[in-house]
């Protein structure tokens, strides 16, 4: 049974975590490594739940306690006695095995130890802790309070056990688990990615500009968003390690990063979350700007 759940780091992505799982009656202990980080995950959740409420999908009441449940800290021992820890900090295998195998050390024996990678592979992961049976794949869609999908990733060496505990607890978050194969990018960002990369390869080649490449395949493809903008949302620095990753684990030049991703993130042109990627985000996102 779950009650107390870790989150490491409060980006995008740990924050809204952080907030699924509290949303959820989970008692989470949100972690980073400083308090501006912290402070940054907080604004993030107070903001979503703003937005929850605001439309009637949870009420004020809800909202508060679901705020109440979250803890923050820039201690990981904070979180120990939780019994599952999800990390969500940079895409870096090396950071992620360091943090796990630290994880490794401190949770009870009977933790378990969930990633939410987009793209490392589990088994590798697992490897560099003491419990490779426990350790699994929780893979959240960006933003997490609104997609509905995780998926959960089994490596080799992770029990059926594990897999049924975090797909139960994935129902709980309201959210539906789909079980995927151990392999670079999974489903989701085998998919994706590819995608995405060719987008900015066609923005590179000038085939149109960034707003008419978004708008075939918002208004051609019924995409919510065009693939730039989705890609700003995620973070060009994070879809350039996944493809990065995906061109080194699977061996296959088709996933080649277009260079146009570098000099970006080079500029610290990093999306959203750096006020300016593909589009600029002083006040209206390039999604709702009118175009037919
Ligand atoms: N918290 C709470 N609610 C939120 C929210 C948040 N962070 N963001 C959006 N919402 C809600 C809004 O309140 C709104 O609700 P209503 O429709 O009920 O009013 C709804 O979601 C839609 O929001 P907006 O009107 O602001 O904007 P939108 O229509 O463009 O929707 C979106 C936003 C849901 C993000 C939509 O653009 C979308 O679905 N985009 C695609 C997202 C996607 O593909 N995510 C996967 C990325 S890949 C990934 O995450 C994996 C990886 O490893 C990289």
Redesign the pocket.
Known sequence: MIRRVLVVGAGQ?GA?IAQVAAEAGRDVVLVDVSEARLQGGRA?ID???A??T??G?LSQADAQAALARITTSVELAAGQGAELAIEAIVEEREAKRRLLAELDRLMAAPAILASNT??LPITDLAAATGRPDRVVGM?????????ALIEVVAGLTTSEETVRAVSDEAAAYGKTPVRVRDMAGFV??RV??PMLNEAVYCLMEGIADAEGIDAVMRLGMN???GPL??AD??GLD??LA?LEILQRELGDPKYRPCPLWRSYVQAGYLGRKSGRGFYTYAQV?P??RARS
Not at 141 to 146: F, G, R
């Open positions: 992505m809204g993030q903001a979503s739940l937005r929850l605001k439309k999908t987009s793209t893979h959240f869609m960006n933003p997490p309070p609104v997609m989701s960002n994706l990615m995409h919510p968003l903008a989705l949302l995620i994070t879809c996944i996102p999604e709702k």
